[in-house]
């Protein structure tokens, strides 16, 4: 079944550690995009990418990175300089096209130690 | 800029009522418009879209939402709640740059 897998389900962050979140899909899709969570307000655009080897800064990408090698790849680096990472992160892709939905993975829950 | 407001922020209803959960955009064109349902710790399932056509617009489990220009609004019902429909619920409009702009969420809450 084609889709979007998001791993690991739980991740643990130490202070001054980067940390890196997975997101592959095999829907074939051009764009992906990275949203962050937190509780009451709704999603927040990280990172997106329409073409691999290209990508555009969202509403909060300081203290992230993002890398699109591969069409099916988009990870997600969490580095030490977001101060406040804990919070629930989805990947999402979709086809090009305005009126093509989003698809979203089951999301990775980061914490701090 | 666009914008989408869920002016309510947690609803309850008992299980077989009908529902309405609210939705306004700010957006210059056509919008394209979207529902999602978000179940605890899981990502983001698409219900249904609007983009052109008939402003009512079937979905998926039994949702429908309807469009109204001259109210800015898409407007998520169902006629008869149950109680696997408790959730939280984005609406979302679709930006010209290829990106998704959402509202807050609302959170429905079914009791027996």
């Known amino acids: 079944d084609g889709g979007i897998t998001q791993s690991p389900k739980y991740l643990f962050r130490k202070e001054g550690q980067n940390v890196t979140l997975s997101c592959e899909q095999n829907l074939n899709h051009d764009a992906m995009y990275w949203y962050r969570q937190d509780p009451g307000q709704g999603l927040r655009l990280i990172y997106y990418?329409?073409?691999?080897?290209?990508?555009q800064k969202g509403d909060i990408a300081e203290g992230y990175s993002v890398s699109r090698e591969k069409k099916e790849s988009f990870p997600l680096t969490v580095t030490s300089a977001q101060k406040n990472p804990t919070a629930f992160y989805l990947c999402a892709s979709k086809r090009q096209g305005l009126n093509q939905p989003q698809h979203f993975g089951d999301g990775t829950r980061l914490s701090i130690l | 800029a666009q914008s989408v407001t869920q002016p309510d922020i947690h609803i309850t209803v008992s299980e077989g009522a009908s529902l309405e959960l609210r939705c306004n955009y700010s957006y210059g064109a056509t919008p394209y418009l979207f529902w999602y349902v978000q179940s605890p710790g899981q990502g983001l399932q698409l219900l249904l879209k609007?983009?052109?056509?008939?402003?009512l617009v079937q979905g998926i489990k039994g949702f429908e939402a309807e469009f109204k220009r001259s109210q800015s609004s898409f407007n998520l019902r169902k006629p008869s709640v149950h109680w696997s429909d408790a959730a939280e619920y984005f609406c979302a409009v679709g930006a010209d740059t290829d990106k998704l702009i959402f509202g807050t969420g609302t959170r429905l809450q079914v009791f027996p």
């Open positions: 990418s329409q073409i691999v080897n290209d990508f």
């Open positions: 609007y983009f052109s056509g008939d402003t």
